[in-house]
């Protein structure tokens, strides 16, 4: 495939030129020889015009003797390279420049025919067979009382037109040649531009495809070809950068199923051999089904999550009541409240604040950050979830007094399986996972989730809707 493309641009480049040479030896070298035909029989005509309003009228007026003609236009012809003939209209030649005067013999153009020019004032041929070359013939009238009495001809051969123009067309093909050899720069420019960059996007992709995917492909250019190239490197890192997570994301999940097994296995076994007494075993077993309980909440997050990317989020978007929700879901959380003696407040705008999204899905998200929210919030705190309006968007704000969340893992908590060192202690159960399914949820609104959080203060987690500005009063 790589040799082909420069050999289709070789091959372009050769046919260009071959049509090149092809119109330069016929089309160009007839029009030379066309242009230099008509400006010989113009500048010959004007001089057999002159001769015929001159010499030859006063010959025919017979003021000027037949000699003093002839060696007056013999010194012309030499200086022309022609021959210069005086013909009556019937053919009969009076004088011609290229034999001596001979009053005795009559010589005839056998067939003259003075419409031969066919309306022009030349023609070419060998002139009624007076000629064994191809002459060019340019013929003057000579008028006397507006009656043609005779004709001056004058005769050049074509073979020095030929000349001519063969020398021009030499130069044309010199100039051929030269533009040929400069137009190599672009075959230059081709190679260093195009051709070169692209064997190395190829030579890149190859090691892409071959699993290689930190293969460095550089192209230094600002081009088309140098952003193709980036491109290409970027989607390469982007793939390498989503293996990487895969693999992160396998261990983590590897890890989590198989600490919660270990254990459960352990307690079994410890059951089994008689390790734990009958006694105890309500209270192992209790913990055995805690874990199983551990397990069943991380494979429905996983599926969850793995939904969401296969599909997308797929939103059935309605309008309801945000301010609704909030206190439904805060209801539902009264029985763990009760036992950490933690205190919900609602600060809620107006009587209803209608939204428009998927109610099901935001109830999910709700329910996270509030579990969230009680789960690293001590004993004997407040809650306060919020809801505010503005420029169209009602926004929603779940804040603690808990825990905190350290500065460096900010930004991280919304990654999978992430959970910070402060809160491994209060939450066993947790699975990392919460969050980031919280901030696909709101991602596929087009909204936002912010975190504003200080270690040892609290946390608040803030998330927009869209209004319905239709519904609302
Ligand atoms: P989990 O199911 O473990 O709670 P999440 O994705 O919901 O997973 O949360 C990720 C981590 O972010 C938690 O393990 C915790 O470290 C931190 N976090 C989330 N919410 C809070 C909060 N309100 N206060 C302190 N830390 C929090």
Redesign the pocket.
Known sequence: MRKTLYLKFILGYLIFFIFGFIIVATFVSSMTVEHYKREKADSLYKEATLIANTYATDLYNNEISLEVVKSQLDALSTYLTSEIWIINPSGRIIMTTAAPLDVEHETMVENFDSTITAGSFYTTGNFFGCFTEEMLSVFAPITSNFKVKGYVVIHTAMSSIHASSESLLNISYIMLVIFFLLSLIILIFFTEMVYLPLRKIIQATEQYAAGNMHYELSVDSEDEIGYLAASISYMAGEVARSEDNQKKFIANVSHDFRSPLTSIKGYLEAMKDGTIPHELYDKYIGIVLNETDRLIKLTN?LLTLNNMNIKGVVLEKSSFDINQVLRTTAATFEGTCREKRIRIELVLTGESLPVIADKSKIEQVIY??L???I???HSDSAIKLETSEKHGKAFVS?K?S????PKE?LKL??DRF???D???GK?K??????????KEIIQAHNENIN?I?TEGV??E?IFSLPVDEDEEE
């Open positions: 997050s996270n950050l579990d969230n929210a789960k690293f919030s779940v603690d808990g825990i905190g969340i893992s908590i919304f992430y959970k910070t402060l809160s491994r939450d159960k947790g699975t990392g996972l919460g969050l980031s399914i919280t975190v959080s609290g946390s987690f």
